[in-house]
């Protein structure tokens, strides 16, 4: 890919590890860059003026602050080095992520969408968050939608370089909740400039603001994240034979309960589970023998030897001491190994500066109330979300759990809906279905909820990520010439 930038781009591909197992796979087909922003030009910032008019005046960010230092790790084609593609994606960073700790994670989705899209991808790229070290030397604008402008415009840039058809824009955890806000900046901004590309689709993974959430609640839920880092994502990819016959157990009680569907999904992620408990993926041969090894131990005290799970039973002081001791090793082995891929391109390591660590503090819990990341997203910016829009959600997030998600959702829908049919008694059921819409102008919404997916799952378990954004691609490349209503779909 040529070194010629535009705006304020400038190579800094010295801090990207091109050698990590996980970006090997895609440079068959693809180069890597990394970039580093360094602000943007007077006219640049004149388009950000013009493009955030898109939301309400008292909305509008008013650029106090140069917002400089993000930087972009770019996946570009072979095929298409200079742009004449279909298909291209950029994924915003969840809190304390990085460009090239985060490579990996567009690198799967440009695998997986040159394996399964019939449209030609030219591009994948990461741009790393408002909260990472590569942003902690520089302004943090408390405002949502000021952070989103400039974030737009280095889209922008990557699209004057390698223009596409359709662009497609993920986010994760706070990088959902900008991407969110940016979308339609972001579709100013394409039209200011001229260019020929269309926002196929926003997609929300894990996001902020989707549903609202009592301070205190969700306090005592991250303060448990951090206490339990890591241990939801050892589960999704390392899974114990216990973990496997819980799921068991959890699927014969829902068969013989009646329950088909809910016990199809689990069969299915009985299936999956089992898979990777009897072939762990990711590691080295020594590696995988070690924790066979320890699996073996631990199923026979947890099993015995008729491999019977032994519920209530009262055990010696000494086999729990053991059990503990076997567990403990296991996750202590694992850990590092499933916490490397949280900055798998990074050759400045995975130790997060505490500056940013408390801007997500300050993202998370320090906005006004109306605008807050524990209160459902503004109304003036579903309003403005006029294309396919799809949210992500894991049945194990510890922080937005799908059940919690959902359920909260559906009291949101009510209480408009009631507040609704107060002020208007002849609603009427078409009409309220309208007003229970949470994104009521979008082209379509799919609702996609993983089983045993956790938040950090992206990206520990970057491959599975790949296929499923990839399939969600597909489903909105499809809705652009066939509009379906709002669709929910289960991924195992």
Not at 39 to 66: I, M, S
Not at 307 to 335: A, C, T
Request: aromatic share 8%; hydrophobic share 35%.
């Amino acid at each position: 890919m040529s070194a010629e930038v535009l705006s304020g781009f400038q190579p800094h591909s010295e801090i990207l590890d091109w050698n990590h197992r996980g970006l090997q796979p895609v440079q068959e087909f693809a180069t890597l860059e990394n970039y580093i922003f360094r602000g943007n030009t007077p006219q640049v910032k004149d388009q950000l003026r013009e493009a955030v008019k898109v939301y309400p005046e008292k909305y509008q960010p008013k650029f106090k602050k140069d917002v400089a230092n993000y930087q972009v790790t770019e996946v570009v084609s072979k095929e298409f080095p200079h742009g004449g593609s279909d298909v291209g994606v950029v994924f915003l960073s969840g809190g304390t992520g990085t460009a090239t700790g985060d490579a990996h994670i567009p690198a799967e989705i440009f695998l997986k969408s040159k394996e399964n899209l019939s449209q030609k991808i030219g591009f994948a790229a990461a741009l790393s968050s408002s909260a990472s070290r590569d942003t902690v030397d520089t302004a943090f604008p408390s405002s949502h939608a000021e952070r989103a402008a400039h974030q737009a415009a280095l889209v922008v840039d990557l699209l004057k370089r390698n223009p596409t058809k359709n662009l497609f824009v993920l986010g994760h955890s706070l990088g959902a909740l900008e991407a969110a806000y940016m979308t339609p900046i972001l579709e100013k901004l394409i039209e200011i400039n001229g260019l020929e590309t269309k926002v196929a689709g926003t997609i929300l993974a894990h996001p902020l603001s989707y549903y609202e959430q009592r301070v205190v609640s969700f306090v005592k839920k991250f303060v448990d994240y951090q206490r339990h880092f890591m241990q939801p994502e050892i589960t999704q990819k390392y899974p114990s034979r216990r973990d496997v016959a819980q799921v068991e157990e959890a699927y014969t009680l829902a068969k013989d309960g009646g329950e088909g569907e809910l016990a199809s999904r689990l069969y299915t992620q009985l299936q999956e589970m089992q898979k990777r408990h009897d072939h762990p993926i990711d590691l080295t041969s020594e590696q995988e023998a070690k924790l066979i090894n320890l699996d073996e131990q631990i199923d026979q005290l947890w099993f015995g030897q008729d491999r019977r799970f032994f519920k209530g039973e009262v055990w010696p002081k000494s086999r729990s001491r053991k059990l503990h001791q076997l567990e403990k090793e296991r996750r202590k082995m694992l850990k590092p190994l499933v916490q490397d891929w949280m900055q798998t391109g990074d050759m400045r390591g995975s130790k997060v500066p505490m500056k940013a660590n408390w801007r997500v503090v300050r993202a998370v819990f320090l906005r006004k109330l109306s605008d807050s990341t524990i209160r459902p997203l503004p109304q003036y910016v579903r309003e403005q979300l006029t294309g396919n829009v799809a949210v992500v959600l894991g049945e194990i997030d510890q922080l937005f759990k799908a059940d919690e998600a959902l359920s909260k959702m559906e009291l949101w829908t009510t209480r408009q809906q009631e507040a609704y049919r107060k002020k208007n008694p002849d609603v009427t059921d078409e009409e309220l279905e309208e007003v229970g819409q949470f994104f009521p102008n979008a082209s379509s919404v799919h609702e996609a909820i993983i089983t045993n997916w956790s938040h950090h799952a992206p990206a520990t378990d970057s491959g599975k990520h790949g296929a499923i954004v990839t399939d969600l691609m597909k489903r909105m490349l499809t809705t652009q010439e066939q509009p379906d209503k709002k669709t929910q779909v289960y991924y195992h």
